[in-house]
């Protein structure tokens, strides 16, 4: 505010609140710890990305929870779940999942809580919490967003990226942290010599005129198991808009897709980088408590520190028969070449960027649903946008642990624009154009806006402090955990018990 008074503007999100995932490394009071305890107390200097946004003028205004170490870490465990930050819950369904790893950042941008956020993705971590939270998710080539100081994965397939509920404030995000950066020679990749196009240009209401655009058939084809009749009812009407719009619409199949079914080199490159990446990370903090210096010492910790839900949630992506640990052999082995290059295949010329050269198309479509694995393989880039809801006579479908709603009345699914390496640009104008003639995102509110007033002085003035939890299932209010106690202490003591209230 001083600043603008003083007529001196950063840019166009100077002094716009923005979250980021907590594996997006700041140099101030706020913990680094994509989940774990592993990582509480130590300290490391901004990212590249924090020292971007902090010279546009943005402000940091805390971190989102993630599913732990953004999804590298269990079998068995929930998307939205880390010991450092609980359990994050989606909010178009009543204890909806919000998919993963970037969960909290997906629900806090679908309620408004921040402009945007950024999450981070390996394979649908941006994507897929933004198609199921109503959400704008742009998952960049790998290399046009810095990944030092963010906890990584693997560098073949990591990348961060803006997660929003409008395309051009997805742009306006990708805009501020775009562009090289000397600590992560990936950036060096950027066409034009690192000059970063201006995505704000590209969002036009024509972009669909002459374009010629694929649809990987076969994907919807051999996963049709993954995906709903409602889901493929919006993605064929969604075509059917885009060739009004314009577009030629053509089959642009995938077609080694068949075969990467049975293929395993994915795992073993992933969990090659991990083991390099993780250690790589590790020896850059500048304090380190709990002296975890590798997947190994972090293992460790792991399974005796109490808050980490060792064995419920277990850490067989690490220590199990395809884990990380077992495995033995890190991206320096000579074995990891033959998997890298495979990959290449299965997302290249067999995958996306192949489709894309054969058909002469600028994007290839699919339901989000479907979307990420093989462009992950090669790291191009993916937009996903609005593009419906499920009915609100959808029957309810559980997660695997059968705490978290998978799919359900009003939960939300989107359409996802791929393409080549770079093309963000492009992709950003057809999602736009998309979004324009659509408008899903209105169609349907989160669940808890209509209640969202109500909880707490509501409370208050409830006759019976017994019956106030009964009353508010009833109504399908959610509640938040730390009103118990408050309430308790102002209270007293009795009332309804914590497992009432956590059933609530």
């Not at 897929?128 to 990584?152: A, E, H, Q």
């Not at 002085?457 to 955990?481: A, I, K, Q, S």
Request: some cysteine.
């Amino acid at each position: 505010d001083g600043l603008r008074a003083n007529g001196t503007i950063l840019g166009p999100l100077h002094g716009i609140p923005i979250l980021i995932k907590n594996n997006i490394a700041t140099g101030d009071k706020m913990n680094n710890t994509a989940g774990s305890f592993a990582l509480y107390g130590a300290k490391q200097p901004d990212s590249t990305l924090a020292k971007k946004l902090r010279a546009a003028g943005v402000v940091i205004l805390g971190k989102t929870n993630l599913s732990q170490w953004a999804n590298y870490r269990s079998s068995n465990s929930t998307n939205g779940w880390s010991a450092y930050g609980g359990q994050v819950t989606a909010a178009y369904y009543p204890g909806q999942d919000p998919s993963g790893s970037s969960s909290g950042s997906g629900v806090a941008s679908s309620i408004g809580l921040a402009l945007a956020t950024l999450g981070s993705e390996t394979s649908g971590s941006i994507l897929s919490p933004s198609d199921v939270n109503n959400l704008v998710g742009i998952k960049p080539t790998v290399g046009l967003t810095s990944r030092y100081l963010v906890i990584p994965i693997s560098e073949h397939q990591d990348t961060v990226g803006p997660m929003a509920r409008t395309v051009r404030d997805a742009a306006y995000l990708l805009q501020t942290i775009a562009g090289p950066d000397p600590n992560d020679n990936y950036t060096s990749a950027i066409p034009n010599n690192g000059t970063v196009p201006d995505y704000l240009a590209a969002l036009k209401y024509e972009s669909f005129r002459g374009a010629r655009i694929g649809v990987a058939r076969n994907v919807l084809e051999i996963w049709a198991k993954y995906t709903d009749a409602p889901v493929v009812a919006a993605f064929e009407t969604a075509i059917a808009q885009i060739k009004a719009a314009g577009a030629t619409i053509v089959d642009a199949n995938f077609t080694a897709f068949e075969a990467w079914q049975t293929d395993n080199n994915e795992t073993l490159v992933l969990n090659a980088d991990f083991l390099a990446n993780l250690k790589t990370y590790l020896s850059e903090l500048d304090h380190n408590p709990n002296n975890v210096t590798d997947l190994a010492s972090v293992n460790a910790f792991t399974h005796r520190f109490p808050a980490e839900d060792y064995p419920n949630r277990d850490t067989a992506v690490w220590d199990g028969p395809q884990g990380a640990l077992t495995q033995g052999w890190d991206n320096t082995d000579p074995r990891f070449w033959a998997a890298y290059q495979a990959n290449l295949y299965f997302g290249g010329e067999g995958g996306i960027l192949g489709a894309l050269e054969r058909t002469n198309t600028s994007a290839v479509l699919l339901p989000t649903q479907l979307s990420p694995s093989i462009p992950a393989l090669v790291g191009s880039p993916v937009v996903t946008v609005p593009m419906g809801f499920y009915p609100a006579n959808w029957t309810v479908t559980m997660n695997r642990r059968r705490t978290l709603v998978s799919s359900g009345p009003n939960v939300p699914f989107g359409l996802s624009f791929m393409g080549a390496k770079f093309s963000e640009a492009e992709l950003l104008g057809f999602a736009y154009a998309y979004e324009q003639r659509t408008m899903h995102r209105n169609e349907v509110q989160p669940y808890i806006e209509e209640e969202r007033v109500c909880t707490r002085d509501w409370v208050e003035r409830c006759g019976e402090f017994e019956d106030w939890p009964r009353v508010l299932r009833e109504r399908g209010t959610p509640v938040r955990m730390g009103w118990w106690d408050e309430m308790k202490e102002e209270k007293g003591e009795g009332g309804t018990s914590k497992e009432d209230m956590a059933e609530t």
